[in-house]
């Protein structure tokens, strides 16, 4: 198989051609895809058919399958896929709702982060479902070498339960955590900076879905650093926005970028995506 990479935008994404995903790699097909996904952050392999199976086979070319702490949306014929959808069957949601319409990176409030997630569309609105990516990585080089000094060596706080109290609790939709599902997910403290284990690569690694504090600086102070990092980070000539086709896989590398589900569809027409993702180290 020749793959062809064509780069999307200048500080991350590439689209990749000539490969079924759903067929079983040749190792240097694979290889290539994982060069590249180190290379590019973001790949977009479009008019994919893949079923679960093929796609958990496919995850696995890049390690662990994971599985999230929200079980009830899995699916339960492939319990590493997970069900991001808007559809809704007597009242009930099929899937995680409202997922990831905050900047976030998969899983930052873990202990082992997710590093690659794999978005697979089934069914895409007929506009808007947009999903945007913030190269992190781009980010921190963007920043002064002042700048740079000074972030080194904080650490913060990532908590799943802040995306709850900022955006989940304003939809009746979105189920609240159980009890069980919070002890799950206690808050973790990461580096503010880390580095790519295969590029060594320097990424900030915040976002504002899941990271509560900067450990160690006074309220203001972690509010103020915080809400400039962002601002910073999504600068639009650092982000990638795709534009979903059903059978686009899209996938992702939380360890250098940060992603936005935009939510300005008609929430009458179905969104349904398969995702599944890899567990990843501890981030240094
Ligand atoms: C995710 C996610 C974004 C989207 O799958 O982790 O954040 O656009 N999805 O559905
Ligand atoms: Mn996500």
């Given at each position: 198989?020749?793959?062809?990479?064509?780069?999307?935008?200048?500080?991350?994404?590439?689209?990749?051609?000539?490969?079924?995903?759903?067929?079983?790699?040749?190792a240097?097909?694979?290889?290539?895809?994982?060069?590249?996904?180190?290379?590019?952050?973001?790949?977009?392999?479009?008019?994919?058919d893949l079923?679960?199976a093929?796609?958990?086979?496919?995850?696995?070319?890049?390690?662990?399958?994971?599985?999230?702490?929200?079980?009830?949306?899995?699916?339960?014929?492939?319990?590493?896929?997970?069900?991001?959808?808007?559809?809704?069957?007597?009242?009930?949601?099929?899937?995680?709702?409202?997922?990831?319409?905050?900047?976030?990176?998969?899983?930052?409030?873990?202990?082992?982060?997710?590093?690659?997630?794999?978005?697979?569309?089934?069914?895409?609105?007929?506009?808007?479902g947009?999903?945007?990516?913030?190269?992190?990585?781009?980010?921190?080089?963007?920043?002064?070498?002042?700048?740079?000094?000074?972030?080194?060596?904080?650490?913060?706080v990532?908590?799943?339960?802040?995306?709850?109290?900022?955006?989940?609790?304003?939809?009746?939709?979105?189920?609240?955590?159980?009890?069980?599902?919070?002890?799950?997910?206690?808050?973790v403290?990461?580096?503010?900076?880390?580095?790519?284990?295969?590029?060594?690569?320097?990424?900030?690694?915040?976002?504002?879905?899941?990271?509560?504090?900067?450990?160690?600086?006074?309220?203001?102070?972690?509010?103020?650093?915080?809400?400039?990092?962002?601002?910073?980070?999504?600068?639009p000539?650092?982000?990638?926005?795709?534009?979903?086709?059903?059978g686009?896989?899209?996938?992702?590398?939380?360890?250098?970028?940060?992603?936005?589900?935009?939510?300005?569809?008609?929430?009458?027409?179905?969104?349904?995506?398969?995702?599944?993702?890899?567990?990843?180290?501890?981030?240094?």
């Amino acid at each position: 198989m020749t793959i062809s990479i064509r780069r999307l935008n200048g500080a991350l994404g590439a689209e990749v051609g000539g490969v079924d995903l759903a067929r079983p790699l040749d190792a240097a097909t694979a290889d290539a895809i994982r060069a590249a996904f180190v290379g590019h952050a973001v790949l977009v392999f479009r008019g994919q058919d893949l079923d679960p199976a093929a796609q958990v086979a496919f995850t696995r070319l890049l390690g662990t399958p994971e599985r999230h702490v929200l079980q009830q949306f899995a699916l339960p014929e492939a319990p590493d896929v997970f069900v991001i959808s808007n559809v809704k069957e007597k009242g009930q949601p099929k899937g995680a709702i409202r997922a990831g319409q905050y900047w976030h990176s998969d899983l930052s409030y873990t202990a082992r982060p997710t590093s690659a997630s794999l978005l697979h569309a089934i069914r895409i609105p007929s506009y808007g479902g947009d999903t945007m990516f913030a190269g992190m990585a781009a980010a921190f080089d963007a920043l002064s070498p002042t700048m740079q000094g000074m972030l080194d060596g904080l650490r913060a706080v990532h908590d799943y339960t802040l995306a709850y109290e900022t955006f989940f609790s304003r939809f009746a939709d979105r189920p609240p955590l159980t009890a069980e599902q919070k002890a799950a997910v206690p808050p973790v403290e990461h580096p503010l900076v880390r580095t790519h284990p295969e590029s060594g690569r320097r990424a900030l690694f915040v976002n504002p879905g899941f990271t509560r504090r900067i450990v160690g600086l006074a309220p203001e102070e972690s509010r103020a650093l915080l809400d400039f990092l962002f601002a910073h980070a999504t600068r639009p000539d650092l982000v990638y926005r795709h534009v979903w086709r059903a059978g686009d896989l899209v996938m992702w590398d939380n360890r250098s970028t940060m992603h936005l589900a935009v939510a300005d569809y008609d929430m009458d027409e179905p969104r349904h995506m398969h995702r599944t993702s890899v567990q990843g180290d501890v981030p240094r």
